[in-house]
Nanobody, 121 residues
Framework: QVQLVESGGGLVQPGGSLRLSCAAS????????TGWYRRAPGTQRALVAR???????NYVDSAKGRFTISRDHAKNTVYLQMNSLKPEDTDVYYC???????????????WGQGTQVSVSS
């Protein structure tokens, strides 16, 4: 099994910054990719940024130039640096571990519990 714990959300003024963290734990052998998603109440989760095992990244257009996804292998943590935040960035942000391989049963995708990002003056 894989446990994902997000942190770093909060309330920030427009133009401000936040850094979200997604810490993975458990009997993990490998994770193919980790992504950050967002979801407003009543909607489906939408990809914001993603980083794969090779370090390749991709971003939704609205995040390009403002957000940066990165990872620290030693800490098993993926970060989302969010700069120049706008009110429309307000949402719950989730991280997802894709195609995780673990010791024993439980191979698959895993989600964290989400962290609220609110951008308002």
């Amino acid at each position: 099994q894989v446990q994902l714990v997000e942190s770093g959300g909060g309330l920030v003024q427009p133009g401000g910054s936040l850094r979200l963290s997604c810490a993975a734990s458990g009997s993990i052998r490998s994770i193919y990719a980790t992504g950050w998603y967002r979801r407003a109440p009543g909607t489906q989760r939408a990809l914001v940024a993603r980083i794969n095992g090779g370090g390749s990244t991709n971003y939704v257009d609205s995040a390009k130039g403002r957000f940066t996804i990165s990872r620290d292998h030693a800490k098993n943590t993926v970060y989302l640096q969010m700069n120049s935040l706008k009110p429309e960035d307000t949402d719950v942000y989730y991280c997802k571990a894709e195609r995780a391989i673990v010791v024993g049963p439980g191979r698959g995708d895993y989600w964290g519990q989400g962290t609220q990002v609110s951008v308002s003056s």
